[in-house]
């Protein structure tokens, strides 16, 4: 058995807001926008990346789309120190130390002229804002490979809900090209923005963190009845509208929720849910570490988190025996989405 990761205090979160930026509800505020994506939805498909979420998972691999705002960040490996952001800089908030450049960002805006000066894109913003209707051109630019294997479009983030009046009409308008949608969401917001998105969804990915709502709060930030509740009336949803497909995933982060009583207690939660449904077992990658320093932050988790094959293979079969409603699969790519439960099946 691994000891239990390490958790470091992260530095300058408290800087980041968590509360939704007043935006015109027609535009979005994006992170990435990734084609040929495999891993979120049937066939191959584009994923959305919106920026900015309300938790503050120990383990966020992707700290880009933490902040609601824009942002710049900064990549010590490209830089040559050539001093060109620290001349441009409006708000003399750039400045080489050592073998870096430091940036002050209480007094950064995100104008963006560092990142115009910067040759070797070391310095670049994180943070565009679309039209809805930007964005489903983008999206539709791969129509040709959506159409074998049914892929389509998946709204990701940061937490979708944030901007859920820009996402619904992100929806809205890939239904009206024949898209495929899918969003994934940790369900941390009001129930009524969910459901706004629910009638132009085919999936909706749903994360469950931790069971125990004093962990979740220690892991995440916020206690989880909200999210738990959620959950239950989105199942209720999909059973009395047919659709969505609800997949529930779990990540599994080895050490802080893989032990045996918290893989019981989330069985036991699926096996209350009203109907049957798919539960995809999401290993964890420290593929984000380096972006937290480019964002100007420390990374909470030092230690090594990749969970094993066995672990997840283990969680599996806890879940399939507690739960007989619940149809397991492990990894984002292996959902076998014409087996899906009858009952959730679009
Ligand atoms: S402009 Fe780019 S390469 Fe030059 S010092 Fe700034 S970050 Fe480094
Ligand atoms: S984004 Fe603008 S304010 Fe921020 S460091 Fe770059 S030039 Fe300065």
Redesign the pocket.
């Known amino acids: 058995m691994r000891p239990p990761p390490v958790l470091v205090r992260r530095t300058g979160l408290n800087r980041i807001p968590t509360e939704s930026v007043p935006r015109q509800p027609t535009k979005a505020m994006v992170f990435d926008i990734s084609r040929y994506m495999i891993e979120d939805g049937p066939g191959i498909r584009t994923n959305v990346f919106f920026k900015g979420c309300p938790l503050r998972c120990v383990w966020c691999s992707n700290p880009f789309g933490l902040s609601p705002r824009q942002e710049?960040a900064y990549n010590h490996r490209k830089c040559t120190l050539c001093g060109a952001?620290v001349g441009?800089?409006?708000?003399n908030?750039?400045s080489i130390e050592g073998d870096r450049v430091v940036?002050d960002r209480q007094r950064?805006?995100?104008?963006?002229?560092?990142?115009g000066a910067c040759l070797t894109h070391a310095r670049v913003i994180v943070g565009t804002e679309y039209s809805p209707l930007e964005i489903v051109e983008r999206v539709n630019e791969d129509a040709t490979f959506y159409r074998r294997g049914g892929g389509g479009v998946t709204l990701s983030g940061g937490e979708v809900l944030m901007q859920a009046d820009a996402a619904l009409e992100v929806l809205r308008l890939a239904r009206g090209l024949m898209l495929h949608t899918a969003i994934e969401t940790s369900a941390h917001a009001q129930w009524e923005r969910l459901e706004l998105l629910l009638p132009y969804c085919d999936i909706v990915f749903v994360d469950l963190k931790h069971v125990d709502s004093e962990r979740h709060r220690c892991l995440t930030g916020w206690s989880n009845e909200l999210i738990l509740e959620n959950i239950r009336r989105l199942v209720d949803y999909s059973a009395s509208h047919a659709s969505p497909v609800v997949v529930l995933r779990l990540p599994v982060i080895p050490g802080l929720n893989d032990d045996e009583s918290t893989m019981s207690e989330t069985a036991r939660f699926i096996a209350s849910l009203r109907t049957a449904i798919a539960v995809n077992i999401l290993p964890y990658h420290n593929l984000g570490i380096t972006k937290y320093e480019m964002v100007g932050l420390e990374s909470t988790i030092d230690g090594d988190l990749d969970a094993d094959a066995a672990g997840l293979q283990r969680y599996c079969d806890h879940i399939r025996a507690l739960a007989a409603n619940a149809v397991c699969s492990i990894g984002g790519g292996e959902i076998d989405y014409d087996r899906l439960p009858k009952s959730s099946k679009a």
């Open positions: 710049v952001c441009v800089c409006p708000e908030a750039c940036t950064c805006t995100a104008c963006g002229k560092c990142a």
